[in-house]
T-cell receptor, first 113, second 115 residues
């Protein structure tokens, strides 16, 4: 069985600063994917970034980067230069191949001016 | 940019009534999913659908739930007799399952309120 743990229920950051959202996972699968989604107050789920278990380079998408440490089973999301619009709930998730996603409980990020 | 669309955005129903939530996945995607999120909780997998049949379902997806792809574009979730605990946001998602396996594109969700 797969398990995702997000230990930070809430995080505060000032505008323009970087912030790291923690995610650890547990799986016995050799091949898996790790994802981060953003959920603003409007409710939709917005895909941010993906890391495959065999990818050697950390994934980056604009201001988002995924700090993948396979031995430690962690997949932390780093948001550089935070913006007010980054305030949202952030979910870490993992997949098995083409299969389903297992989500963590989420971290609420609040960006202050 | 192609997107997953869901209707209705919000539905209020009485306990015991049947509800159908509709989704139009991205046109060239092959894998379809329903997830739900009870208010304030994490997103939970309900069911996946591929090649016109259910490929996987969770323990939440009991006999009260069914899915269907009635034509080439729509993907529906039916709840036969709603319960109070079915109140949640229901997300449809689709994936091509090719370039980035498991990369899901979510719709904006359908909020179901059971009274």
């Amino acid at each position: 069985a797969q398990k995702i743990t997000q230990t930070q229920p809430g995080m505060f950051v000032q505008e323009k600063e970087a912030v790291t959202l923690d995610c650890t996972y547990d799986t016995s699968d050799q091949s898996y994917g790790l994802f981060w989604y953003k959920q603003p107050s409007s409710g939709e789920m917005i895909f941010l970034i993906y890391q495959g278990s065999y990818d050697e380079q950390n994934a980056t998408e604009g201001r988002y980067s995924l700090n993948f440490q396979k031995a430690r089973k962690s997949a932390n999301l780093v948001i550089s230069a935070s913006q007010l619009g980054d305030s949202a709930m952030y979910f870490c998730a993992m997949s098995r191949g083409y299969s389903t996603l297992t989500f963590g409980k989420g971290t609420m990020l609040l960006v202050s001016p | 940019e192609p997107e997953v669309t869901q209707t209705p955005s919000h539905q209020v129903t009485q306990m015991g009534q049947e509800v159908i939530l509709r989704c139009v996945p991205i046109s060239n995607h092959l894998y379809f999913y329903w997830y739900r999120q009870i208010l304030g909780q994490k997103v939970e997998f309900l069911v996946s659908f591929y090649n016109n049949e259910i490929s996987e379902k969770s323990e939440i997806f009991d006999d009260q739930f069914s899915v269907e792809r009635p034509d080439g574009s729509n993907f529906t979730l039916k709840i036969r007799s709603t319960k109070l605990e079915d109140s949640a946001m229901y997300f449809c998602a689709s994936s091509a399952g090719t370039v980035s396996p498991g990369e899901l594109f979510f719709g904006e969700g359908s909020r179901l309120t059971v009274l």
